[in-house]
């Protein structure tokens, strides 16, 4: 359990600061291909190296979310994975991983479960952070306040093409993390890198004490070694989704994802 009145997420960076290391936050599909899978891969992610772990909420139309994303959601969605299950899944692997836990979604599920009622039943279970990436901090107040005040840590997101000035406000109102997407466009593994990123991903770094993760594009231990040198942590979605399409069996998929988040890890230790 966390400490009285201190975030998951905040004691994990305190640490890794303590240690000098860089975040790895993985992220994965909730039900893809089905919740007892994932709750396979989420206990290997903890286990093999994953400081902070991404949960993502299947929708039906994931608009920042790349041909992978969006094939896992379909998949996720097929076999009834509902934003419900999924806090009850958080319920039950919450005493077996250490690591704080992400939920990512898009609002219309949070919005027919009633924000309240999540933010609740979130900081029941033992959700630390929220990312809900189609709305911006004054759209999104009525979602994210009730869970901010739950204890639950809204994570805003920044990009290139972020105002200096807005940059310095999302910096200011956003909690455990600044979430930096590293390009235009969608989620995917890239095999190159987006060109300006760690100026960039410096500047915010700058405006004040709060981390600045970078995500979006990044799918190989290469690509997070050189995100390391400067980010305070490395987001790898699209890369792992793409193995546990790949596998041949549920096995085989969490051996790959176990394999691949020590990989990850390893050069940013």
Do not use: W
């Not at 966390?2 to 992220?27: W, Y």
């Not at 929708?59 to 097929?78: H, V």
């Not at 759209?139 to 639950?152: F, H, K, M, V």
């Amino acid at each position: 359990m966390p400490e009285a009145g201190m975030n998951r997420i905040d004691q994990r960076f305190a640490k890794l600061r303590e240690e000098g290391g860089t975040a790895l936050i993985p992220f994965i599909t909730a039900g893809d291909p089905d919740l007892d899978a994932t709750e396979e891969i989420l206990l290997a992610m903890a286990g093999n190296g994953a400081d902070i772990i991404e949960i993502g909420i299947p929708f039906s139309d994931p608009t920042a979310e790349g041909p992978t994303i969006q094939r896992s959601s379909k998949r996720a969605l097929d076999v009834g994975t509902s934003l419900r299950a999924i806090l009850q899944l958080v319920a039950r692997v919450r005493d077996r991983i250490e690591q704080p836990l992400v939920l990512m979604g898009y609002a219309n599920p949070i919005h027919a479960m009633g924000a309240e009622a999540f933010a609740t039943t979130a900081a029941q279970v033992g959700v630390d952070g929220i990312i809900i990436p189609d709305l911006t901090p004054e759209d999104g107040a009525e979602y994210l306040n009730p869970s901010r005040e739950a204890g639950i840590h809204p994570i805003l997101l920044a990009a290139p093409t972020t105002r200096p000035s807005r940059l310095e406000m999302l910096v200011k109102e956003t909690r455990g993390f600044l979430y930096y997407v590293s390009l235009q466009g969608v989620t995917g593994a890239r095999s190159d890198l987006a060109a300006g990123i760690e100026d960039k991903v410096k500047a915010a770094q700058a405006l004040g004490d709060i981390p600045v993760c970078v995500g979006f594009g990044v799918g190989t231990p290469e690509q997070a070694e050189q995100i390391g040198r400067y980010a305070d942590g490395v987001v790898v979605g699209s890369a792992i989704v793409d193995r546990i399409e790949a596998a041949e069996s549920r096995s085989a998929a969490v051996e790959d994802v176990a394999r691949f988040i020590a990989e990850l890890k390893a050069p940013l230790r």
